[in-house]
């Protein structure tokens, strides 16, 4: 009874064109701020980079400083050795010679003051020294915390979005070797689909067998509700000829696009807010439009993944 109810539905959109000028326009302003909000997650990833890079600049000179630092610690305890052992040698001599003449003391007594004042000089460059060395030392393991930090929330993010390429590779593999690929790249997935697994020459209506492909897709983001869903229409770039009910490649894009967006929100588990359809006309073609090849492989459905930017935009916005 639903399959027959929701074909009944499927031939009265396309009687009506498949989506009124309003719901249209709001698909268009959801596309507007999903390209946005792609932007922004794309710009976030690019900035959290850009942080690990300059943390991992300034941890190498931090360790550059540090080593510094260590030897001329090293530098002043030999010094300070040296002083140390000259006064004991000059104290021992001035022992020795104070039964000798009150000249020979004056001249020790002289002697020995001046190494103090090294020596108590060696001490407190030696302190200072050591203090800096403290100081470079907690920067360090400031930075390598953050190094790390970056590095982590990095590979959370990618590792997720590799299970839900995953969990999707695994939901579709009967679909393998029909028009359907799944790759993930700039930390989202991609999931296109070709015409010929989805729809008619000319045709915005979703057969049986591309029906089949979306629900299981479907079902995968049903159990990830905090994926953003992008989904948008392609063509090649033969303009459309047909019988006036639409207008052009681009019209025809954005309606199989609105098609597969209707076939998600048929799963109560995807947030229809996180739903996006967009039409592309042959704008951004994948392959060359001067062979049937190229044209095929430009004639798809590309449904872009990408994940929330909360944690991001939190660890972007710490000191």
Known sequence: MIK??????????????????????????K???LKKENRKVTDANDILLQQKTIAENELKQLKSAYDE???QRDQLQSDYDSTKSNYDNLKNS???????????IAANSQKNRE????????????SAENARLEKLKSELEERSNRVA?????????DAAMTTLKDAISKALTDFEGKGLTVEQRDGKVYVSMENKLLFSSGSWAVGSEGRRAVKQLGAVLGDNPDIAVLIEGHTDNVPYKGNGV????????????????NILRENADINAENLTAAGRGEYAPVASNETAEGRAKNRRIEVILTPKLDELSKLLNEN
Do not use: F, H, M
């Open 246 to 261: 639409l207008t052009s490649n681009w019209d025809l894009s954005t309606k199989r696009a609105t098609s597969i967006v």
């Open 31 to 33: 596309y507007a701020e």
């Open 94 to 104: 001035y022992d020795a010679l104070e039964k000798n003449s009150s000249a020979s």
């Open 115 to 126: 190494l103090l004042a090294q020596l108590e000089a060696k001490e407190q460059a030696l």
């Open 4 to 29: 027959k109810t929701a074909l009944t539905l499927l031939t009265l959109v396309v009687l009506t064109s498949c989506v009124s000028p309003k719901v249209y326009k709001e698909l268009e302003a």
């Open 69 to 71: 630092a260590v030897a």
């Open 149 to 157: 930090e970056l590095e982590s929330v990095i590979a959370a993010k």
